[in-house]
Structure formats: structure tokens, C-alpha cells
């Protein structure tokens, strides 16, 4: 029998497989020789083409479960009290994604690394969240249509002009910012064109609102985004080469070329068909879980694997090195310890965080008394300097 509950499980569990797939990405490419890097062995390219559907999928998954909770709760506006909570949500991620790219070594020299300054997985979605807040004050009412039109123009918007903006590098702008617009610098992702995945995502996720009590939801829901997933894939470089040869318009002819945001979008529909058809048999509690603690496991990993804040991570002292069988056997238990280690952190969250928050309480008043002798040296040094102040 299917689950009986408002959560739909099978984005948990969509969202567990693409983190997954992240862990073992990350850590294949990361560390795989360049030597076995061989696009027209069968498995290798298999796995990349894969390995490329994890981001767009995760994205739009994102962008679809803020949106949910976001639109199920019966207040509007700023009386919603999602809105308060995503943009502390939205601030949140914005802050662990420059924290995660802190050096404390170079930090503790007074240096603060360019690599802080390059935008990620997480600076992207910090963003795409407090931007879907911004488009639903402005937009949404329970008779109007604007927010899905406006949800859905960006997607477009971003995706067809990717060509104009894709090759320049914001120079005007300061790095910091211009990072991200820009992959020149160094960023890994940018909020042009990614937010339109999340975009998307919130779109979907508003018709699944909209239509939730429907009795053949998930029927028309698997068999459109087959369609148009297949559509997406196969036909979509055709049709823009098509139009193209119609206008005259090259914009369309440059997408054709490198048709890539398309067709992933394509691949996401069809990762949502397969996991909402096989949706009755995702009910592993611990599957579920692991689509519930993407934030810790993202986290965990890029220490892991990147060495953030102590520089000591698995990409030091393996990078592109390991043979094809020790990097698959090395990503699977990467994979696991990952994993295990946010789901423990997860079951114990109240008591770890309680225990930080005291550690910092004792450390502060220990060292208290210091600050207030420090305090009154200071104000007896202005006075025997500057006298008392006269009114």
C-alpha cells in the first residue's frame, strides 16, 4: 500500500539517490588517474553521463521542497511562517558555503585565500531559496497565476540566454561577486543558470500542490514528464536548430550547439517518472533519512574529501591517482561513512549542538573576569588621560 502521509517520500528518497551519486562523483573524479579518463570506454562514459544528471537533479529537488512547504501552509505573505524560516534557511547555507571554503591555517596568518571567495553547490541554493521567497511575496495570491509564470520564465530566461551570459566574465563587477556569474575565478557552480533548475523545481512543485487531491495525480504526473523528458532529450537540439533556420535568429543556433541545460532538464523529468513509478517501494527508513540529512553529508564529505578549514582531506594526498577498482571500492565506502557519520550527527543534533553551546558559554566566562579587569584598566587609562568629562 502506498504511504498514507503529506511528505512525499519519493522526493526524500530522489533527493537521497542524487546526494549518493554526489559522494561518489566527487570522489571519483576527484581521485580517479587521468589516465583511465577515457570517454570512449563504454562505462566511463556511462558514468559521466550520470554523474552529470546528479547537480541539475538536485537542484530542482531542492527548489521543489522548499517550494512545498512553502505553499502547504494556509497563511500568505509574510504571515507565512515558512518565509521567515527560509530566509534564515537561505542566510544559513550562504554562511556554511564560506565557511566550508575557510582556511583556518591561513586564516590564523591573517590570509584570507581566493578560494573563499568561490561560489558552490550551496551559495547557489542559499540564494535560489531567498530568491523563490522574493518571487512568492511579489506574486503569490491563492486566485493568481503569476507565481508559476514568473517561476517558469526564469528557467527559460536562464536556459535560452545561456549562450550571451555564459562567456562573459563580469570583470566590472568585484570577484567576490562577480563569482557568482562566473566560473572564470574559479567558482565550481553559479546562480545563472542553476537557479533555473530550482526555479523549476518550485514550478513543480506548485502544480503538485495545486493539484494534490487529484485521483490520478501521479498517473498524469509519470506519463507527462516521460514525455516530455524524452522530448527534452532527443528532440530538443533539433527544435532549436529548427527554429533557427526559421528566424534566422543565431542565439537559437548557439544553443543547439551546446544544448546542454536542456537536456538535462530532460533527464531530471525522467529521474521524477522513475522514482514516483517505483514510489510504493520507497520506504526504507534509512534511505528516507539519508534524503532528510543532505546538509550534514554535504558537509561531512567536502571535509572529508577536500580538507576544508584544516586543508588535510582525501584530495591532498590522493588526487587523481587511484586506479578505476580502488576508486570504485574508495567511493563506496566513502559513500557509507558519509552517510553513517550525518545520520549519527542527525540522531544526536540536540545534544552535540547543546554541548558546543556549552563549551562557548564556559570558555566566555572564564574568560570574563579577564575582559572586565581589561575593561577597567582601559577606562582608568581615558580618565588619567582625559580627565573626567565635564558636562
Known amino acids: 500500500m502506498e504511504i498514507k502521509s503529506t511528505r512525499l517520500y519519493f522526493i526524500d528518497a530522489l533527493r537521497a539517490w542524487a546526494i549518493l551519486m554526489m559522494l561518489q562523483g566527487h570522489f571519483v573524479d576527484g581521485l580517479l588517474d587521468n589516465t583511465f579518463r577515457d570517454n570512449t570506454n563504454t562505462g566511463y562514459a556511462l558514468w559521466k553521463y550520470f554523474r552529470g544528471m546528479t547537480a541539475p537533479v538536485f537542484f530542482t529537488v531542492s527548489g521543489f521542497i522548499f517550494t512545498y512547504l512553502l505553499l ?65 511575496l511579489l506574486t503569490y495570491g491563492k486566485k493568481s497565476i503569476l507565481f508559476p509564470i514568473v517561476l517558469v520564465a526564469i528557467t527559460l530566461l536562464l536556459f535560452i540566454f545561456e549562450p550571451v551570459y555564459g562567456s562573459t566574465t563580469f570583470s566590472a563587477l568585484p570577484d567576490a561577486f562577480a ?97 514516483m513509478l517505483i514510489r510504493n517501494w520507497l520506504t526504507n527508513s534509512t534511505f528516507l533519512k539519508i534524503g532528510q540529512s543532505t546538509l550534514s553529508i554535504y558537509v561531512i564529505h567536502f571535509i572529508m574529501l577536500y580538507g576544508s578549514l584544516t586543508g588535510f582531506g582525501l584530495y591532498r594526498f590522493f588526487h ?8 570504485i571500492i574508495g567511493a563506496i565506502v566513502f559513500m557509507i561513512v558519509c552517510s553513517f557519520t550525518a545520520l549519527l550527527y542527525e540522531k544526536h543534533k540536540v545534544s552535540i549542538k547543546g554541548a558546543i553551546k556549552n563549551a562557548f558559554q564556559s570558555t566566555w566566562s572564564a574568560k570574563e573576569p579577564f575582559l572586565r579587569a581589561s575593561l577597567s584598566k582601559t577606562k582608568l587609562l581615558l580618565l588619567k588621560l582625559f580627565g573626567p568629562v565635564k558636562n
Open 320 to 327: 587523481h591517482s587511484l586506479s578505476p577498482a580502488v576508486a
Open 179 to 275: 563569482n557568482y556569474f562566473t566560473r572564470t575565478n574559479g567558482s565550481v557552480f553559479t546562480i545563472i543558470p542553476w537557479l533555473g533548475y530550482t526555479s523549476f523545481g518550485a514550478f513543480v512543485s506548485f502544480l503538485f500542490t495545486k493539484y494534490k487531491g487529484h485521483q490520478y495525480l501521479y498517473q498524469w504526473a509519470i506519463g507527462l514528464s516521460v514525455a516530455i523528458g524524452a522530448l527534452l532529450i532527443v528532440l530538443s537540439s533539433d527544435l532549436f536548430v529548427f527554429v533557427f533556420e526559421l528566424t534566422g535568429i543565431q542565439l537559437f543556433e548557439a544553443i543547439s550547439f551546446n544544448n546542454y541545460l536542456f537536456i538535462r532538464l530532460g533527464d531530471v523529468f525522467v529521474a521524477f517518472a522513475i522514482f
Open 72 to 136: 502547504r501552509v494556509p497563511q500568505t505573505g509574510f504571515e507565512n511562517p515558512r518565509v521567515k524560516k527560509g530566509i534564515k534557511r537561505g542566510v544559513e547555507l550562504l554562511a556554511i558555503g564560506y565557511l566550508l571554503r575557510l582556511n583556518l591555517g591561513g586564516l590564523l596568518q591573517g590570509k584570507l585565500y581566493d578560494s573563499f571567495f568561490f561560489v558552490d553547490v550551496l551559495h547557489c541554493i542559499g540564494l535560489s531559496i531567498l530568491g523563490i521567497i522574493g518571487i512568492y
